[in-house]
């Protein structure tokens, strides 16, 4: 007997829900999509340096804000991809292996772990930070954890791409009639709840990031050659032709990024 698509499978799971309790099946969802994040960044992290230029844009205004905390030691980066903009002295984590072992290369502090589940004891670090990771998590399970484990009076400094990201591409992809799903962006609401009852909110800004290119393949390629490819699954190959035709159009990537300092309570 044959296994069932992976997008087959996230589709069912989401439409169980008459026979098992809607909080077993998002776990139960949520976990298959994790798996596929997983091994899609591990699969990317070589690459991920050259193409990841609109998330060290995000990422380098994110460090002028860590800047201006004195000594935010011991620090946490959460999702920290290859490290590359990992400040020294950190502790780096991330869900893909593969990412990690690039981060070690750079640096020794490098933990392969889920960020709804830190492997560490409550009030360990003064400062976290996270730039273009948490989209991939359920934000108040991922908040609720960096609050346990940062010190009361201790500082989180992120940047999530929020709804309205990847919209042109995305409106290219549904000219294409598919029925896949597609991976969808936090809204700011939800990062402004996820916020409330551990942090006190110090100041946001939104970044309207954008790049264009060439062509449709090369603008594709910035997106899944860094790993973020659609937990969802792959269209069929008409479709991405179709895709890759209406997307030529105009082919760019824009990011709607939500960047924050917040204090923990």
């Known amino acids: 007997m044959g296994t069932l698509p992976t997008q087959t499978v996230l589709v069912l799971l989401l439409s169980i829900q008459l026979k098992v309790s809607s909080t077993v099946s998002e776990i139960i969802f949520f976990s298959v999509m994790k798996e596929r994040v997983k091994k899609s960044f591990s699969a990317a992290a070589r690459k991920y340096g050259n193409r990841a230029l609109l998330q060290k844009r995000a990422g380098k205004e994110l460090l002028k804000r860590l800047n201006l905390i004195e000594n935010p030691y011991p620090l946490l980066d959460v999702g920290c991809g290859d490290g590359s903009l990992t400040p020294k002295g950190a502790l780096g984590l991330d869900i893909a292996l593969g990412m990690v072992k690039e981060a070690r290369k750079r640096w020794n502090l490098g933990v392969c772990a889920d960020a709804e589940e830190l492997p560490f004891k409550d009030s360990t670090f003064k400062c976290v930070i996270s730039n273009f990771a948490l989209q991939w998590t359920q934000i108040k399970r991922s908040f609720s954890e960096i609050g346990r484990v940062l010190r009361k009076g201790g500082f989180f400094v992120a940047s ?106």
Not at 171 to 192: A, H, Q, Y
Not at 232 to 253: A, C, H, M, T
Request: overall charge positive; some cysteine; charged content about 35%.
């Open 160 to 265: 999530i791409p929020v709804e309205g990201s990847l919209k042109t591409l995305f409106e290219c992809w549904r000219e294409t009639g598919s029925s896949l799903l597609l991976f969808k962006f936090p809204k700011e609401e939800e990062v402004f709840k996820g916020l409330k009852g551990n942090f006190e909110l110090i100041e946001f800004e939104r970044l309207n990031l954008k790049m264009e290119f060439k062509s449709s393949k090369e603008a594709l390629k910035a997106v899944t050659e860094i790993g973020a490819k659609n937990p969802y699954g792959r269209g069929k190959r008409r479709e991405v032709i179709k895709f890759l035709e209406i997307y030529s159009k105009n082919p760019v990537v824009e990011y709607r990024v939500f960047l924050f300092t917040a204090k923990k309570v």
